[in-house]
């Protein structure tokens, strides 16, 4: 399978704490993609990076991408209970457009 | 964010029924869909890519004949999960690809439920 690993599987913090999610992946890519999941809803598109890029910022999201490694990892800053959804990454290797996501972590962030 | 509506949201169907859900995007043109099934508590499986105009193309494993798949429009995709069974109850994603903006927007989901 080609699909991609993310770590924690699941993530349990406070309000006001950082949430760090990682996404490693197999194949070289011409940009790797974060989706947000709210549970039985579809994904929200969060923020693309990519392959020549290093570090992405949107809000309090940012983005790392490390090619070598092929490695990502996203970032969210003091977060909110509603902030509480499976995060997915995806990588876009050029392949007809399509997109390969990871396994998923689940974020929840209580009060 | 453009938008991708699914139609039905929600379906239950009698086994050896067929089913049909429909993908639309409502604000741009997408010449190229892609529909996905995701298992409770598991991430997205790309099922195939659907073309505007031509076949779909159709992941390893999955059955052409079982998932018909129409995108007749540039904005709009359906899916016809034939001759239902239980195992195909799932979370069916659809997702249309924004080719300026690289991204896929994706739709709320169709849950199908059969008995």
């Known amino acids: 399978s080609q699909q991609g690993e993310e770590d924690p599987q699941a993530l349990s913090i406070q309000e006001g704490e950082n949430a760090t999610m990682n996404c490693s992946y197999k194949?070289?890519?011409?940009?790797l993609q974060w989706y947000r999941q709210n549970s039985g809803r579809g994904l929200v598109h969060l923020i693309l990076?990519?392959?020549?890029?290093r570090e992405k910022h949107s809000g309090r999201l940012r983005v790392t991408l490390d090619t070598s490694k092929k490695s990502s990892s996203l970032l969210i800053t003091a977060s909110r209970a509603a902030d509480t959804a499976s995060y997915f990454c995806a990588t876009d290797a050029g392949t007809a457009s399509k997109l390969t996501f990871g396994t998923g972590t689940r974020l929840q962030v209580t009060l | 964010g453009a938008v991708v509506s699914q139609h039905p949201s929600r379906v239950i169907c009698k086994s050896g029924t067929s089913v049909k859900i429909e993908c639309r995007s409502l604000?741009?043109?997408?010449?190229?869909m892609f529909w996905y099934r995701q298992f409770p508590k598991q991430s997205l499986m790309l099922m195939a890519t659907s073309n505007e105009g031509s076949k779909a193309t159709y992941e390893q494993g999955v059955e052409k004949d079982k998932f018909l798949i129409n995108h007749a429009s540039l904005t709009l995709s359906t899916l016809t999960v034939t001759s239902a069974h239980p195992e195909d109850s799932s979370f069916y994603i659809c997702s249309a690809r924004d080719t300026l903006l690289e991204t896929q927007y994706f739709g709320p989901g169709t849950r199908l439920l059969v008995l």
């Open positions: 604000d741009f043109q997408a010449t190229t």
């Open positions: 194949t070289s890519i011409n940009n």
């Open positions: 990076i990519r392959s020549n890029e």
